[in-house]
Nanobody, 121 residues
C-alpha cells in the first residue's frame, strides 16, 4: 500500500510564508511526477505546481515568482515553499504523485489527504 503524507499547513498572515512537505511511503519502486493542487471553498481543484524526477517544474501563473517546488528523490518527498502569501491562496492543498510499486508495471496517480492553508490577518 502506498500513501502520501502531507504536513506544513496552517494559518499565516498576508505576506507571510509557509512550507508544505509531502512524503510518499510504502512499497515504492519509483516516483515519477510529483506536485501540488489546491481547492478553495466553492471552487474546483486547480494545479499549483508539478516537478519531474529531473527537477523540471511547472507553475500556475497565479503562483509564479512566489512559490518554489523542489524534491528529494532519495526520500520520495516534495516541498512547496510558499512566499508572499495572499488571502486568495487560502485553500486545501493536495499532494499528487505518479507512483509505481514493486508489484505493479505502471504508474498510478495517488493523492494525499490534503492540508489546509489559511491566509488571513
Amino acid at each position: 500500500q502506498v500513501q502520501l503524507v502531507e504536513s506544513g499547513g496552517g494559518l499565516v498572515q498576508p505576506g507571510g510564508s509557509l512550507r508544505l512537505s509531502c512524503a510518499a511511503s510504502g512499497s515504492i519502486f519509483r516516483v515519477n511526477v510529483m506536485g501540488w493542487y489546491r481547492q478553495a471553498p466553492g471552487k474546483e481543484r486547480e494545479l499549483v505546481a508539478t516537478i519531474n524526477r529531473s527537477g523540471s517544474t511547472n507553475y500556475a501563473d497565479s503562483v509564479k515568482g512566489r512559490f518554489t517546488l523542489s524534491r528529494d528523490n532519495a526520500k520520495n518527498t516534495v516541498y512547496l515553499q510558499m512566499n508572499s502569501l495572499k488571502p486568495e491562496d487560502t485553500a486545501v492543498y493536495y499532494c499528487n504523485a505518479d507512483i509505481r510499486t514493486y508489484s505493479g508495471y505502471d504508474y498510478r496517480e495517488t493523492w494525499g489527504q490534503g492540508t489546509l492553508v489559511t491566509v488571513s490577518s
